[in-house]
C-alpha cells in the first residue's frame, strides 16, 4: 500500500461521520486496520476501513429524499399508502422515507424509556412519556417521529386523538449511521425553531450521549457522556443514566 493512499485519523472520521474519539476507540480496540508511522502516529486506507465496518455490523439503507414540486403537508402525509419496512417524515416541506429501525436501535429506546418513566412518573406524574412511532406535528410542514418524547403535565393540551400537536418538552433521537446528519443537522434546526427545550442524541456506534437544552434561543450542551459513564441532567435533578445499561455489551 502506498502511503498517499493514507489518511490520519481527523480525515478519517471527517469521511465516516463519525468523531475522532470514535476513530482512536476502534484503533485501540482493534476494529480497524490501521499503519504506525510512529509513536501514536497513525494512519488509514479509507475503503480497507469502510470494508471492516461494513463486515463488522449490520449496514442501513440510508434516507430517502423525495422531490416534489410542492412542500409536502401534514394532509400530505395523511394520504400516503401503507409501505410496510419505512416510516416517513416530512421536513420542512420534504418528504422523507426511511426504514424501520434495527434490534440494537430498539434495544437502546426500550432501556431509556425504564430510565424516563420511572424518573418522570416520582418527579411529573401528570406527564406522559410516548415513544415512536407516534406523530408529531410542528406547523403545517413539519411532522416528526422522536424515538422517544416527554410530555410534561403543564402540555397536556397538546396531546391529540392520533397525534401531538406542538413541541414536547423532550424529544430523544437515537442515531442511526444513515440518519446522523438528518438527526444532527436538520432535525436539530427543525427542533431548535420549533422551540423544543431538550434534544438528546443517544449514538449507539459511538456510544454517546449528549443533551442539548435552549439557551436564548440556541441549543447548547448542558450533559452528555460516553462508554460506561452515567449522564447526569442540570435540569432534571436526580435523573441518572448509566450508559452501560443501554448498549448492554
Known amino acids: 500500500m502506498s502511503q498517499t493512499d493514507l489518511i490520519t485519523a481527523q480525515a478519517l472520521a471527517d469521511a465516516l461521520d463519525l468523531s475522532v474519539e470514535t476513530i482512536w476507540r476502534y484503533t485501540r480496540n482493534n ?3 490501521y499503519v504506525t508511522l510512529g509513536e501514536r502516529q497513525y494512519r488509514y486506507n479509507l475503503k480497507e476501513v469502510v470494508a471492516a465496518l461494513t ?8 434516507p430517502e429524499y423525495i422531490s416534489s ?31 424501520s429501525p434495527i434490534v440494537v436501535h430498539q434495544r437502546i429506546c426500550r432501556e431509556l424509556e425504564y430510565f424516563l418513566l420511572v424518573y418522570f412518573r416520582q418527579t411529573d406524574p401528570l406527564g406522559e412519556i410516548f415513544f415512536a412511532p407516534l406523530d408529531v406535528t410542528l406547523g403545517d410542514f413539519t411532522v416528526v417521529q422522536p424515538d422517544i418524547l416527554y ?40 427542533y431548535q425553531e420549533a422551540g423544543i427545550r431538550h434534544y438528546w442524541l443517544v449514538d449507539p456506534y459511538e456510544k454517546t450521549m449528549e443533551c442539548l437544552a435552549l439557551r436564548e434561543g440556541e441549543y447548547v450542551l448542558t450533559a452528555s ?15 441518572n443514566i448509566p450508559l452501560a445499561e443501554l448498549w448492554r455489551d
Not at 463486515?55 to 442501513?60: I, K, N, Q, S, Y
Not at 400530505?76 to 422515507?97: I, M, T, W
Not at 433521537?173 to 436539530?188: A, G, H, T, Y
Request: no cysteine; net charge positive; aromatic share 6%.
Open 31 to 33: 476494529k480497524i486496520p
Open 55 to 62: 463486515g463488522a455490523r449490520v449496514r442501513e439503507k440510508a
Open 69 to 99: 414540486p410542492k412542500k409536502f403537508t401534514y394532509q400530505d402525509y395523511l394520504e400516503l399508502p401503507e409501505d410496510p419496512g419505512y416510516r416517513y417524515e416530512v421536513l420542512s416541506g420534504q418528504l422523507v422515507k426511511e426504514p
Open 151 to 190: 410530555i410534561s403535565g403543564g402540555q397536556k393540551d397538546i396531546i391529540k386523538e392520533a397525534r401531538i400537536d406542538g413541541a414536547p418538552l423532550l424529544a430523544v433521537e437515537v442515531i442511526s449511521e444513515s440518519s446522523r446528519r438528518k438527526d444532527r443537522l436538520r432535525k436539530r434546526r427543525i
Open 225 to 239: 457522556g460516553m462508554d460506561k459513564e452515567t449522564v447526569t441532567h442540570p435540569d432534571f435533578p436526580d435523573l
